[in-house]
């Protein structure tokens, strides 16, 4: 999450897991919610990038971490099974 602070990363990270995990009906607690956020703009900006999509700021950031947040939810589930 370039361009914003730790601190705002975390909260960032914390409300985009907890969205993924609202869309997606899992069942995480709060620090889970806050790695898939932050793992989750990581992996989403990865992927977007490679078609030349790019996310700033705190809202790109937020958005970044739902996509990517879900994208590594439906990962485990498919591992899972």
Do not use: E, H, P, Y
């Not at 947040?69 to 439906?74: E, M, R, S, T, V």
Request: aromatic share 8%.
């Amino acid at each position: 999450m370039q361009g914003i602070g730790w601190i705002a990363a975390i909260i960032i990270g914390g409300i985009a897991g907890w969205l993924a995990k609202q869309f997606m009906d899992t069942n995480t607690g709060l620090l889970m919610n806050i790695v898939l956020g932050i793992v989750g703009a990581a992996v989403a900006n990865a992927l977007l990038g490679v078609v030349g999509i790019s996310f700033a700021g705190w809202l790109g950031n937020l958005i970044a971490g739902f996509i990517g947040a879900c994208i590594l939810i439906a990962i485990v589930r498919a591992v899972a099974k």
